[in-house]
């Protein structure tokens, strides 16, 4: 019998799988006892528990970031499913297909990466070709970026999303620097791929996305200014001036300090490589807001974030430019 995964649950059906242990939080009771809030997850999504019984020998039985094996019955609570656990035991990750729990990006790595190394070779400045044959020389490195989502939550959150991310920005660059005279593309495209490449260190993801102590420590652009100067020492005559340059652009990515940038974009290299992140990433997390409500209407339910309902039938339509 195959798993039964968050998006097979209905209110009144039994439950008896495996799934990751979220989130767990004790809270009491008006009267004073205790019960546990439990968030399960697997590929599919994320549902939310609760423990009534025998809440401390469970809670002590497991952590956040475990696989565990739970009996429990479907309900519902304002609306939304809850699963009542009955119990709740730790499962080995030996044991547990690692497939069923990572949701992973649909296109193929291998195409996507040679798409994008293809794109570098392109280019007509000679130090920026060097620069990234450095990169891809790095096995450990290509590795990694092939396979480490683009962030925990808000878009291209599954495995692959940062390479997905990252092209198609690439595919958006190059369109938007032969629109513009006077862009440079090398430039332009250089920033782009390197932008988010702290994000491999950054984010841990062999079971649930989260954050590593790296990256809740320094974040994302700190760790990729630190991979560019690891590069940039093993590229000859590098210029500094440019080096400055490209290492703004991964300062200046988020646009704004109250994004978390130090600094606001200041060339237009650095303007257009903010637009087009915030343009891809925010096409991505309708999209995928989108294509997560059951719902049969045409419309969604209010995104808080944006503020917003989302017609889904135009929301979902059209395709990626990476295709």
Known sequence: MGKCFVSDLSPGSP?????????????HKKDGNPFL???????????KGVVWDNVERLAAASSEGDFVHIRAQVGEYRGNLQVVVKDMARIPEEQVNAADFLVSTNRDVGQMLDRLKEMTERMQTSYLRSLFQAFWADDDF????STAPAAKQMHHAYIGGLLEHTLSMAVLSELIAGHYKGVDRDLLLA???LHDIGKTRELEYSRRIDYTDEGRL?????????????????VRDFPQDQAHLLKHMIVSHHGSREFGSPEPPKTIEAVLLNDIDEMDSRVNSIREYVAKDPSDGSWTPYHRLLERHFYKRSASSGTSGTE
């Open 15 to 27: 439950v008896d799988d495996t799934f990751l242990l979220y989130e767990k939080n004790v809270a």
């Open 37 to 47: 809030t439990v968030t399960l997850a697997d590929r599919s999504g994320q549902v």
């Open 142 to 145: 290509v590795e990694a970026f």
């Open 191 to 193: 920033g782009v791929i």
């Open 218 to 234: 320094l974040s994302h652009i700190v760790i990729g200014l630190s991979m560019l100067d690891e590069k940039l020492e093993r």
